[in-house]
């Protein structure tokens, strides 16, 4: 009996740390240029959101890294990875990404609340030298291939941009704009 409460004690103190996570699956069955399937994943011990975008050719994973302020977008088909500070006026905070993930408020059909937030990052044409200042989430999710720093630019309209740009729509929260090269000339 005495082992049986040892072990279940045990055992509780060494699954807490998996349930830091929690996961949310969001579907766009009208797939017409849409996000495809994304989900994510929040980890409250580590500080930090992973969200992944399953389309095929046109798949990404992002990183929230709420500690050091960075995010990275891994874009598969780019074969690269982008860097940037995070815009905190613009995204939840992590606290309020769990809830909303644990509430389950982001699936569905479609948003159902305000429209998302719009940000445009300009991407610096060379290759990062230093992506350890990011933080170790961010320099794991990047390590093998080639890394670019991205700064917001604010106030930018698309419409008057004239490079070209890949967009990212992340959960019905916001939807990012990363416009530049990321291939050295």
Same mark, same amino acid.
């Given at each position: 009996?005495?082992?049986?409460?040892?072990?279940?004690?045990?055992? +509780?103190?060494?699954?807490?740390?998996?349930?830091?996570?929690? =996961?949310? =699956?969001? $579907?766009?069955?009208?797939? $017409? +240029?849409?996000?495809?399937?994304?989900?994510?994943?929040? #980890? #409250?011990?580590?500080?930090?959101? =992973?969200?992944?975008? #399953? #389309?095929?050719?046109?798949?990404?994973?992002?990183?929230?890294?709420?500690?050091?302020?960075? *995010?990275?977008?891994?874009?598969?088909?780019?074969?690269? @990875?982008?860097?940037?500070?995070?815009?905190?006026?613009? /995204? %939840?905070?992590?606290? *309020? /990404?769990? *809830?909303?993930? &644990? !509430?389950? &408020?982001?699936?569905?059909?479609?948003?159902?609340?305000?429209? %998302?937030?719009?940000?445009?990052?300009?991407?610096?044409?060379?290759?990062?030298?230093?992506? +350890?200042?990011? +933080? &170790?989430?961010?320099?794991?999710?990047?390590?093998?291939?080639?890394?670019?720093?991205? !700064?917001?630019?604010?106030?930018?309209?698309?419409?008057?941009?004239?490079?070209? @740009?890949?967009?990212?729509?992340?959960?019905?929260?916001?939807?990012?704009?990363? @416009?530049?090269?990321?291939?050295?000339?």
């Amino acid at each position: 009996m005495r082992f049986t409460i040892i072990f279940a004690g045990l055992l +509780g103190i060494l699954l807490a740390p998996a349930f830091a996570d929690y =996961n949310i =699956n969001i $579907s766009d069955n009208n797939n $017409s +240029g849409g996000s495809g399937q994304q989900s994510v994943s929040v #980890n #409250n011990e580590h500080n930090v959101a =992973n969200v992944d975008n #399953n #389309n095929g050719w046109d798949s990404w994973h992002m990183l929230w890294d709420y500690e050091t302020g960075f *995010a990275a977008i891994r874009v598969f088909h780019k074969k690269a @990875c982008i860097v940037h500070r995070m815009n905190k006026d613009a /995204l %939840p905070s992590l606290q *309020a /990404l769990d *809830a909303m993930v &644990k !509430e389950k &408020k982001l699936q569905g059909e479609g948003p159902r609340g305000p429209p %998302p937030k719009g940000l445009m990052y300009s991407i610096k044409p060379q290759q990062s030298q230093q992506p +350890g200042t990011v +933080g &170790k989430s961010i320099v794991g999710m990047c390590k093998g291939v080639p890394t670019y720093m991205a !700064e917001e630019i604010q106030g930018a309209s698309l419409f008057f941009y004239s490079g070209k @740009c890949f967009s990212v729509n992340v959960l019905w929260i916001v939807n990012i704009s990363l @416009c530049g090269s990321t291939e050295e000339n």
